[in-house]
């Protein structure tokens, strides 16, 4: 079936530099899109999400941007912590059913102090 | 806030054993999910469930079954546990169809579960 993926399983990044994090999806049905950050040890956390009436959507040092042209979905992580070491998983949903979500793998965020 | 939680967050089990995971929610969400977490694969929806006694398997149902007799309460059911369902099990719940956010979920801590 049509699945979410990621680019790059792993991204190791400098205290202070900004982060870019990708997602390929591949159903063009999706209207829906959602970034969870999984620390070790815990659930994963709502980071931000967007529709597909949007192509960009900030919240606090985070932004999602999602380029249905090419369908591919970004998450830039701004003056990137320590604490926002993690996994991160994008995810898509659509109207369609009972709103299920369908998950990428996951990428790993290494933040180097 | 919402609060999801699950009832262990370590368990140990053997072979053939009937195992149950428990998954309470507390914001009157219509929606609960159970996924399944291993390296590598991601998450993986086993079944959910979209109003009481209703369920709807998922992408990987198999060897599992669930129970929703409250709407705050959604149990996972390994009938009888095998070492390829060691794994990490996440408990998710969300807003009903129709209403506002209903696509965002919220998770449980995660249950670790080794079948021996």
């Known amino acids: 079936g049509e699945s979410v993926g990621l680019h790059l399983p792993t991204l190791s990044v400098q205290e202070g530099d900004n982060s870019i994090i990708n997602c390929a999806y591949s159903?063009?049905?999706?209207?829906?899109f959602i970034w969870y950050k999984q620390e070790s040890g815990k659930g994963p956390q709502f980071i931000i999400d967007i529709r597909s009436n949007m192509d960009k959507r900030q919240g606090q040092r985070v932004t999602v941007l999602l380029n249905k042209t090419v369908k591919h979905l970004s998450l830039q992580i701004a003056a990137t912590q320590p604490g926002d070491s993690a996994v991160y998983f994008c995810a898509e949903s659509s109207n369609s059913g009972y709103s299920t979500l369908t998950f990428g793998k996951g990428t790993m965020l290494l933040v180097s102090p | 806030d919402v609060k999801v939680t699950q009832s262990s967050r370590y368990l140990v089990k053997r072979t053939g054993e009937k195992v149950f995971l428990e998954c309470v929610q507390d914001?009157?969400?219509?929606?609960m999910f159970w996924y399944r977490q291993d390296p590598g694969l991601g998450l993986r929806l086993i079944y959910f469930?979209?109003?009481?006694?209703?369920?709807e398997k998922g992408d990987i149902p198999e060897g599992y079954s669930v129970s929703r007799e409250k709407k705050e309460r959604f149990s996972l059911i390994l009938e009888s546990a095998s070492t390829n369902q060691t794994s990490m099990y996440l408990c998710?719940?969300?807003?009903?169809?129709?209403?506002?956010?209903?696509?965002?979920?919220?998770f449980g801590p995660g249950t670790r579960l080794t079948v021996l």
């Open positions: 469930s979209y109003d009481v006694k209703m369920k």
């Open positions: 998710a719940s969300s807003l009903g169809l129709g209403r506002e956010d209903y696509n965002e979920q919220f």
């Open positions: 159903n063009s049905a999706s209207d829906y």
């Open positions: 914001m009157d969400h219509e929606n």
